[in-house]
């Protein structure tokens, strides 16, 4: 199957930056659609951003919509997603998923493989 790992998670002040990184691994890395999620404790785990296996199309949230990007690197089988403008709000354990049966999705359930995540903490 595909693993994935997340990095780049931290602490940082509201209106700082933070750049996520997934590396995948174990499948094509380019026939994947991925997206990132967010669980804050006591929360449910909802949708940040997805791209596309073929990188032309991104979802965004409304709440991240004009902060965060989603990229992704073929060459490197791995997706980024560059956050600025952090406000607290966004604290979370932000998960990376592929999926290998849609083009794109912001669904939790059409994401069938999932990081263990990576803890971005913005203080106020």
């Known amino acids: 199957q595909v693993q994935l790992v997340e990095s780049g998670g931290g602490l940082v002040q509201a209106g700082g930056s933070l750049r996520l990184s997934c590396a995948a691994s174990g499948r094509t890395f380019s026939t994947a659609a991925m997206a990132w999620f967010r669980q804050a404790p006591g929360k449910e785990r909802e949708f940040v951003a997805a791209i596309s296996r073929s990188d032309t199309t991104a979802r965004y949230a409304d709440v991240v919509k004009g902060r965060f990007t989603i990229s992704r690197d073929n060459a490197k089988s791995t997706v980024y997603l560059q956050m600025n403008s952090l406000k607290p709000e966004d604290t979370a354990a932000y998960h990376c998923?592929?999926?290998?049966?849609?083009?794109?999705?912001?669904?939790?359930?059409?994401?069938?493989?999932w990081g263990q995540g990576t803890q971005v903490t913005v203080s106020s």
């Open positions: 998923a592929a999926t290998f049966v849609y083009q794109i999705s912001t669904t939790y359930a059409a994401y069938k493989y």
